[in-house]
């Protein structure tokens, strides 16, 4: 049975963070019921609001990031703003922090100082190389990120340049370990010993824990694996083909998958061919093998191709572009598309909430809010502050 409360009802974030790796990782936080207080500065904003794409000059990157989030302003280079910040942080489970080491400690919001303040606060600090080591002090974007990690050498054609995702790949998988993270040390805070600890998330670190092989392939077989185009290197067949009104990716990497797809493409014979007849074999004939499935899927339809594959329980798909993902029936069964009503945009489509929960779902209440749009509702119910004391603040440039 669904309930109405959400998992993490009552667990307060302080959100210190810009961009997309810590916005993501308190968005997934929001997404489940935690009270996520965005701290921006009282002049623009998060830069994230100036995004494209934009849409009557409202950033769609800030709407769906920020959603269900509070906004409040605060000026941290005030010596009164980081008391602010002090005594929200004091009153917080979660804070999460994506600034070039050392700036918060200048500005006496580093760990020590606020764990001393509050022992079960959980911090989380994102940057580009880490607290340690001797890259710390560089600034990191994601770009840099991805390069440096071994992702972008792996991606891209072998004949081609190495390329670089077409999104912020490196702070959106960061914010999900930071996510994560967050749980984890949570969990220790409430089952274990009720404090909190620091989380120290870089944004090549996640990437290259995803290169699950390549170490020891190096280490133990003096290997450095190469660009392979869409192909696996360990298993075939899996890439790309094209029909004749469209692309299919397929992946028959076991044995029983390639003999589903054999048979299907009236190709017994391709079972008992040397060149074919198991894994290994077929990763070494790789150029042959993907030649002869291409010829049979380029003079077909794409629909009944697909519906061949499907009836023989071959594994592939189509490859949709977001316009098709928006009609498509199982993105819809699923929920992975939802509108939110906004006050500035009307009715915003985006992502749903993922993963699925049987009794505790997340949801969106709303989308990314205006900037300071929550200062009453936080600085007078989490401080107690009065309208007075908030209008002076202001006119002096704090919040």
Do not use: C
């Given at each position: 049975m669904v309930t109405d409360s959400q998992m993490l009802d009552n667990i307060v974030v302080l959100d210190l963070t810009t961009i997309v790796s810590g916005g993501t990782t308190t968005s997934v936080l929001a997404d489940f019921g935690a009270q996520v207080i965005k701290v921006?500065?009282?002049?623009?904003?998060?830069?994230?609001?100036?995004?494209?794409?934009?849409?009557?000059?409202?950033?769609?990157?800030?709407?769906?990031v920020s959603r269900n989030k509070q906004s409040i302003t605060l000026?941290?280079?005030?010596?009164?703003?980081?008391?602010?910040a002090r005594d929200l942080a004091a009153r917080a489970d979660v804070l999460v922090e994506n600034f070039r080491p050392g700036t918060l400690e200048r500005w006496n919001l580093g760990y020590d100082a606020l764990s001393a303040l509050n022992p079960k606060l959980v911090m989380v600090r994102i940057s580009g190389f880490g607290q340690t080591g001797p890259y710390r002090d560089r600034p990191g974007f994601g770009t840099v990120a991805e390069a440096m990690s071994?992702?972008?050498?792996?991606?891209?054609?072998?004949?081609?340049?190495?390329?670089?995702p077409p999104m912020p790949l490196a702070d959106e998988v960061a914010g999900l370990f930071g996510a994560a993270a967050t749980l984890m040390a949570l969990y220790h805070r409430d089952q274990r010993d009720g404090r909190g600890q620091m989380i120290d998330v870089s944004l090549y670190e996640p990437l290259f824990r995803l290169l699950i092989p390549y170490i020891p392939q190096y280490a133990l077989l003096g290997e450095v694996q190469q660009r392979a185009g869409n192909r696996f290197p360990g298993a075939a067949p899996r890439n790309m083909y094209r029909a004749r009104d469209g692309w299919t990716a397929i992946s028959?990497?076991?044995?029983?998958?390639?003999?589903?797809?054999?048979?299907?493409?009236?190709?017994p014979d391709l079972l008992t061919d040397p060149?074919?007849?198991?894994?290994?074999?077929r990763v070494a004939n790789v150029n042959e093998l993907d030649a002869i499935i291409q010829a049979w899927i380029a003079a077909q339809p794409l629909d009944d191709l697909l519906r061949s594959l499907?009836?023989?329980?071959t594994v592939a798909g189509p490859v949709y572009d977001v316009a098709r993902i928006?009609?498509?029936?199982?993105?819809?069964?699923?929920?992975?598309?939802?509108?939110?009503?906004?006050?500035?945009?009307?009715?915003?489509?985006?992502?749903?909430?993922?993963?699925?929960?049987?009794?505790?779902?997340?949801?969106?209440?709303?989308?990314?809010?205006?900037?300071?749009?929550?200062n009453e509702a936080v600085y007078g119910g989490l401080l107690g502050l009065g309208a007075t004391a908030l209008a002076q603040l202001a006119r002096e440039g704090v919040i």
């Amino acid at each position: 049975m669904v309930t109405d409360s959400q998992m993490l009802d009552n667990i307060v974030v302080l959100d210190l963070t810009t961009i997309v790796s810590g916005g993501t990782t308190t968005s997934v936080l929001a997404d489940f019921g935690a009270q996520v207080i965005k701290v921006e500065h009282p002049q623009g904003g998060d830069p994230l609001r100036a995004w494209e794409p934009t849409k009557d000059g409202v950033s769609l990157w800030w709407k769906v990031v920020s959603r269900n989030k509070q906004s409040i302003t605060l000026n941290l280079r005030d010596p009164r703003g980081q008391q602010l910040a002090r005594d929200l942080a004091a009153r917080a489970d979660v804070l999460v922090e994506n600034f070039r080491p050392g700036t918060l400690e200048r500005w006496n919001l580093g760990y020590d100082a606020l764990s001393a303040l509050n022992p079960k606060l959980v911090m989380v600090r994102i940057s580009g190389f880490g607290q340690t080591g001797p890259y710390r002090d560089r600034p990191g974007f994601g770009t840099v990120a991805e390069a440096m990690s071994g992702f972008v050498a792996l991606s891209g054609f072998p004949d081609g340049p190495p390329l670089l995702p077409p999104m912020p790949l490196a702070d959106e998988v960061a914010g999900l370990f930071g996510a994560a993270a967050t749980l984890m040390a949570l969990y220790h805070r409430d089952q274990r010993d009720g404090r909190g600890q620091m989380i120290d998330v870089s944004l090549y670190e996640p990437l290259f824990r995803l290169l699950i092989p390549y170490i020891p392939q190096y280490a133990l077989l003096g290997e450095v694996q190469q660009r392979a185009g869409n192909r696996f290197p360990g298993a075939a067949p899996r890439n790309m083909y094209r029909a004749r009104d469209g692309w299919t990716a397929i992946s028959a990497t076991t044995q029983r998958t390639f003999e589903r797809l054999a048979q299907t493409m009236g190709r017994p014979d391709l079972l008992t061919d040397p060149r074919f007849a198991d894994n290994a074999s077929r990763v070494a004939n790789v150029n042959e093998l993907d030649a002869i499935i291409q010829a049979w899927i380029a003079a077909q339809p794409l629909d009944d191709l697909l519906r061949s594959l499907e009836e023989a329980e071959t594994v592939a798909g189509p490859v949709y572009d977001v316009a098709r993902i928006m009609t498509d029936p199982q993105f819809q069964a699923r929920g992975d598309v939802l509108t939110v009503k906004d006050g500035e945009l009307g009715e915003i489509p985006m992502p749903g909430v993922i993963p699925k929960f049987s009794r505790t779902p997340g949801r969106v209440a709303h989308a990314g809010p205006r900037l300071g749009e929550h200062n009453e509702a936080v600085y007078g119910g989490l401080l107690g502050l009065g309208a007075t004391a908030l209008a002076q603040l202001a006119r002096e440039g704090v919040i």
